[in-house]
């Protein structure tokens, strides 16, 4: 059932907040489903950013979009996100995701971690334009532990209300650690 996936939930709150032709940001390319969706939302005068430091992301990415007839809507790009203002300037994206945690299928020693995802976050706020949205997907428990989901949801708290209606989301009758959907709008 669709609705039980927290994926399904960040989809359609990003669908109805991004205008076609916009341009998006994928902060954690992994297998592309997510650059993949972006793409499709974009339309054929959008634009897409995504980042990952893994090339295994990259060709599974690349494939995905070809497949799909989207690849030149996309560039991939091998850096992590904690340097997307290198690639982005202030105030330019409409819609910035993140997907955290560790490539499915692949080494769960390689995800993303405290101190570069807050840092990601960060600067994608400013990359972000006034209206724009950031969706964050958080895991926690089993291999990741709990170090990133309390640093992110730690620097969420802090930023100011005048500038960003931060909205957090947590299944609440589901065991085992499940995901943490957060939503930031800036004003
Ligand atoms: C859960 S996966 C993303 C899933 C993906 N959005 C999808 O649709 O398949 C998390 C990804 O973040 C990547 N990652 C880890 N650290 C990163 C960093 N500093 N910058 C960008 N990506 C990073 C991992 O390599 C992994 O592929």
Known sequence: MKQSQVTFWCHEIIRSQAPEGGFYIDG?????RDTLFLCELAGEAGRVLAFDIQEEALRYTEKLL??????????????????????AGEGTADVICFNFGYLPGGDHGIATKPDTSVAAVEKGLSVLKSGGMMSLLIYSGGDTGFAEKEA????????????????????????????????????
């Open 152 to 187: 992110l949801l730690s620097y969420l708290r802090t930023l100011p209300a005048k500038k960003f209606t931060v909205i957090a989301n947590e299944y609440w009758n589901r065991g085992n650690c499940p995901p943490m959907a957060v939503f930031v709008f800036k004003k």
């Open 66 to 87: 070809r497949d799909n007839g989207v690849r030149d809507r996309a560039e991939l790009i091998l850096d992590g996100h904690e340097h997307m203002e290198r690639y």
């Open 28 to 32: 954690t390319m992994g297998k592309g």
